[in-house]
């Protein structure tokens, strides 16, 4: 699937490639103790070696817009501090499994669109127009999953 992608960017002369991880093709459960997906793991395993043998170098984000359902339906998502600690659970599956590969990451793509346009003004998933007090407390869950 993504072989041509590969051969493609080899062509141009890229070096780098930023891709971000989906959380809930890891992680399906998405929260502590849940069991991760080796199909999921396997798949971006090799799709980064397949990066580093075309001499790409991955840059690699851990969260774009993909938060498991089960944690914004559990307890609301990034409104919610317990998101933190499932977010660290996933990273560490993550880089457990995928850091010897991986040199560059990035935790959040884009924080301020999860927070104002997800929980703030509603126009992103997951939907939730909960005006300042939405954005500034998805900002806080935020900041803490990335310490």
């Not at 669109?113 to 998805?138: M, W």
């Amino acid at each position: 699937m993504y072989e041509q992608d590969i051969k493609l960017m080899v062509a141009l002369g890229i070096k780098h490639y930023r891709l971000s991880l989906s959380w809930s093709q890891i992680l399906p459960g998405g929260g502590r103790g849940s069991d991760p997906n080796p199909a999921g793991l396997r798949f971006y395993k090799i799709l980064l070696q397949e990066l580093h043998a075309a001499g790409i170098t991955p840059v690699v984000t851990l969260y774009h817009m993909d938060l498991p359902q089960v944690l914004q339906d559990t307890y609301g998502g990034f409104l919610d501090t317990q998101l933190s600690e499932d977010f660290i659970y996933y990273a560490d599956i993550v880089f457990q499994h995928l850091g010897p590969y991986v040199k560059h990451w990035s935790t959040f793509s884009e924080p301020m669109s999860i927070c104002h346009l997800g929980y703030g003004i509603g126009a992103f998933a997951p939907g939730i127009p909960k005006g300042a007090y939405g954005q500034y407390k998805c900002g806080h869950t935020v900041l803490l999953a990335h310490a």
